[in-house]
């Protein structure tokens, strides 16, 4: 980080496109299996400056599963409407981002960070990274494919294939000159996964290098996080991922302290519970009470990480089979966490 004194000044609005995005930007990441619809339109709530969904693949001979037709549901999602797609063939990645535009994409990110195994056995995701040319035809195919139409294109990458091989910096260079419109970069290699510490010397370097906008991504867990890592990177804006995941309000609280400096409370008893059985009525709606509850036992233990019972309460949840059993469950765990608060 950079010596005292030596603070880089926060960054001001940043563009996607026809998309602006006021100042601090903090968004949230797309992960798979969490971030669908009902998540999205929580965190955005709850300050997220955009929100992109789980990623898609660029094979839609897959687009006939449940769990497709799901992540490519946007009915009342508020704009823009930020599809991610993966895949190593540029035609396939251009035939799915047209698909996705006309379902209601309203900007394409692709996805060349994901360190899955599944994904990278494809040559897709993070494996990208080791073909820089293969990157190349994809981002100019994606972008000439997609600039006839005002679709603006951005790009989600890691620092490199593994330490010995970071090329985020190519990659970004490769990214603006085909035309793509901003880069977030997850401070770690594809070999790192989500271990040991994230570094953000990468992510300064490619911000000194690149006009177009840059994100910084990877262990922003806290408000002080935020503003720190902005200081150093320069970067225009934020991306949160595992820190969101059953702290929805990480994004105002992050937002609040990279403009004023401040610590923004933690929100009352009262209002996580409304949070919840919101978040829960959300989940049931969109897949159907049997798959709705099923997805609301792993959200609601993210919920309750660190609350006093909460894993004891977890336990009993997950066994719960409908959507009335939860929300009554949900009443009855936060009434006696309220009693106790007002109690204090």
Same mark, same amino acid.
């Given at each position: 980080? &950079?010596?005292?004194?030596?603070?880089?000044?926060?960054?001001?609005?940043?563009?996607?496109? @026809?998309?602006?995005? %006021?100042? %601090?930007?903090?968004?949230?990441?797309?992960?798979?299996?969490?971030?669908?619809?009902?998540?999205?339109?929580?965190?955005? $709530?709850?300050?997220?400056?955009?929100?992109? !969904?789980? /990623?898609?693949? #660029? =094979?839609?001979?897959?687009?006939? !599963?449940?769990?497709?037709?799901?992540? /490519?549901?946007? +009915?009342?999602?508020? &704009?823009?409407?930020?599809?991610?797609?993966?895949?190593? &063939?540029?035609?396939?990645?251009?035939?799915?981002?047209?698909?996705?535009?006309?379902?209601?994409?309203?900007?394409?990110?692709?996805?060349?960070?994901?360190?899955?195994?599944?994904?990278?056995?494809? #040559?897709?995701?993070?494996?990208?990274?080791?073909?820089?040319?293969?990157?190349?035809?994809?981002?100019? +195919?994606?972008?000439?494919?997609?600039?006839?139409?005002?679709?603006?294109?951005?790009?989600?990458?890691?620092?490199?294939? =593994?330490?010995?091989?970071?090329?985020?910096?190519?990659?970004?260079?490769?990214?603006?000159?085909?035309?793509? #419109?901003?880069? *977030?970069?997850?401070?770690?290699?594809? +070999?790192?996964?989500?271990?040991?510490?994230?570094?953000?010397?990468?992510? @300064?370097?490619?911000?000194?290098?690149?006009?177009? %906008?840059?994100?910084?991504?990877?262990?922003?867990?806290?408000?002080?996080? *935020? $503003?720190?890592?902005?200081?150093?990177?320069?970067?225009?804006?934020?991306?949160?991922?595992?820190?969101?995941?059953?702290?929805?309000?990480?994004?105002?609280? /992050?937002?609040?302290?990279?403009?004023?400096?401040?610590?923004?409370?933690?929100?009352?008893?009262?209002?996580?519970? &409304?949070?919840?059985?919101?978040?829960?009525?959300?989940?049931?709606?969109?897949?159907?009470?049997?798959?709705?509850?099923?997805?609301?036992?792993?959200?609601?233990?993210?919920?309750?990480?660190?609350?006093?019972?909460?894993?004891?309460? @977890? $336990?009993?949840?997950?066994?719960?089979?409908?959507?009335?059993?939860?929300? $009554?469950?949900?009443?009855?765990?936060?009434?006696?966490?309220?009693?106790?608060?007002?109690?204090?």
């Amino acid at each position: 980080m &950079d010596a005292p004194g030596t603070a880089r000044a926060m960054p001001g609005p940043m563009r996607i496109g @026809r998309y602006e995005f %006021p100042a %601090p930007v903090v968004a949230l990441a797309p992960m798979a299996g969490v971030t669908d619809r009902p998540f999205r339109a929580l965190c955005r $709530r709850m300050g997220a400056s955009f929100a992109a !969904t789980e /990623m898609v693949s #660029a =094979d839609q001979r897959l687009w006939t !599963t449940p769990k497709s037709r799901h992540r /490519m549901d946007h +009915a009342g999602e508020g &704009d823009p409407v930020i599809v991610q797609i993966a895949g190593a &063939d540029e035609d396939m990645l251009v035939a799915a981002a047209r698909a996705n535009v006309a379902c209601g994409a309203q900007v394409i990110d692709i996805n060349m960070g994901c360190p899955a195994k599944k994904v990278c056995n494809r #040559a897709a995701g993070s494996a990208l990274l080791q073909d820089e040319a293969l990157v190349a035809r994809i981002l100019e +195919a994606v972008v000439d494919a997609m600039t006839p139409l005002g679709i603006p294109v951005t790009l989600k990458t890691r620092t490199g294939w =593994d330490l010995d091989h970071r090329n985020a910096l190519r990659i970004a260079r490769i990214a603006a000159d085909a035309g793509v #419109a901003a880069i *977030a970069v997850h401070g770690r290699t594809r +070999a790192c996964g989500y271990g040991g510490h994230a570094e953000y010397e990468t992510v @300064r370097a490619v911000k000194a290098d690149v006009a177009i %906008p840059v994100i910084a991504n990877g262990d922003i867990r806290t408000p002080e996080d *935020a $503003r720190s890592v902005l200081e150093f990177t320069g970067a225009d804006g934020l991306m949160i991922g595992r820190a969101a995941q059953g702290r929805p309000w990480i994004f105002r609280q /992050m937002r609040h302290f990279i403009a004023a400096a401040a610590v923004l409370t933690e929100p009352g008893v009262a209002e996580v519970r &409304d949070m919840i059985l919101d978040h829960l009525d959300a989940l049931h709606r969109f897949y159907g009470e049997a798959r709705g509850v099923r997805t609301a036992r792993k959200h609601l233990g993210w919920y309750l990480a660190g609350r006093p019972e909460g894993e004891t309460f @977890r $336990r009993m949840f997950v066994r719960l089979e409908t959507a009335a059993d939860q929300r $009554r469950a949900v009443n009855g765990f936060f009434e006696e966490a309220l009693e106790k608060e007002l109690a204090a």
